[in-house]
């Protein structure tokens, strides 16, 4: 079996790219919003972010417009039905992502696959909401998903070899390196690199440096293509709050746990770059250190 058809739900940074890079491959894609409202900010995402390929000669104007008719935009949950794939891309939150795969499993072909691409959640906590368990796994893309070549790929105890087989298949066609994974928070990227931007937050409550200095000591240092805070923020620093919290919960380290700093931030609704605001502040360009935060 390979993957003609792929339903997305969640019209977010990961669905949005998730979905480009599968319609560039070639594969049939529904972009299903997971809540109320326009596909319009989605799609105009998605055809921003070809019309940059374009215009740096990557891709032609024909292909963008193949690509963009590939994807269908809606808010239908029914579309599903008849997905060879399934990839679920919505809020980190195990209930809602339950009750939504629990309904998939209702509406969706027997043999569709469903995956999940959770940055910390149980995959297989996931799985028990649905009566498909061998037909579960997870596919965890990175951000952002048109440049990162890496797909960490979470069977469980009762994933199907066949599914995985048909997984790593699909990731290999959108041109990604698969690694598998065991089924355990964070998986191997989110367990390492969440406990570093957490505690380079800490470097900065700390006074070790200022949020520029941090950065530039990770960029140069480590050879980082971003540093730490701006990592941060371009992940989402609710993102970040959200999996420090998971991982603490399951590991009970404390250099996983979120800082006072990202505990406030997130609080007060300043989320990064998409909010604006974040360790940097991006109404300027370029963008400055946010001076609120001994920058
Ligand atoms: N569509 C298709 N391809 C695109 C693209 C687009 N919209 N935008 C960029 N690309 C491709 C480019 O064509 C380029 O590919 P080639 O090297 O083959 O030419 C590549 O992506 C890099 O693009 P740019 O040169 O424009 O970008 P850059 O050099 O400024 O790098 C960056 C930008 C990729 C974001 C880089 O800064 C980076 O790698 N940052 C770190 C990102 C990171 O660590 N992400 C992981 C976050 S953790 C996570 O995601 C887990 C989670 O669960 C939250």
Redesign the pocket.
């Known amino acids: 079996m390979s993957i003609a058809k792929l339903a997305i739900l969640g019209g977010g940074q990961m669905g949005a790219g998730i979905a ?1 890079v599968a319609a560039s491959n070639g594969i049939d894609v529904t972009l299903i919003k997971a809540t109320p409202g326009s596909s319009d900010p989605v799609k105009a995402t998605i055809e921003k ?1 070809l019309t ?2 374009v215009e740096k000669e ?1 891709m032609s104007q024909a292909g963008a417009m193949e690509v963009m008719g590939r994807i269908a935009f809606t808010d239908d949950l029914g579309a599903v039905a008849t997905a060879d794939l399934f990839i679920e891309s919505i809020i980190e939150d195990i209930e809602v992502k339950k009750a939504k795969f629990a309904e998939v499993d209702r509406i969706m072909k027997p043999q569709g696959i469903l995956a999940s691409n959770t ?1 910390t959640l149980a995959i297989t906590e996931m799985q028990d909401a649905t009566e498909r368990s061998e037909r579960f796994i997870g596919l ?1 893309f ?3 998903p ?3 070549k890496l797909v960490e790929v979470v069977p469980t105890r009762t994933t199907d070899p066949s599914v995985t087989s048909v997984a790593i298949g699909f990731c290999e066609r959108l041109g990604k390196t698969p690694v598998l994974v065991a089924d355990s928070t964070g998986f191997i ?2 367990r390492l ?1 969440t406990p570093y931007m957490v505690d380079a937050m800490r470097c900065l409550e700390a006074g070790l440096s200022d949020i520029h200095g941090i950065d530039t000591a990770m960029q140069l240092g480590a050879n980082h ?2 540093g730490p805070l701006a ?1 941060a923020d ?2 989402g620093l609710d ?1 970040v709050h959200a999996m420090a919290t998971n991982l603490y919960e399951s590991f009970g380290l404390e250099h996983m746990k979120p800082t006072r700093t990202l505990d406030h931030l997130v609080a007060e609704g300043i989320l990064g770059r998409k909010s604006k605001l974040g360790f940097y502040d991006y109404s300027e360009s370029p963008p400055v250190p946010n001076p609120a935060l001994h920058g």
Request: net charge positive.
């Open positions: 480009q972010s940059r390929l990557k940055s965890h990175f951000n952002p048109t440049a990162m990227v989110n690199l293509p971003m990592l371009y992940i993102i």
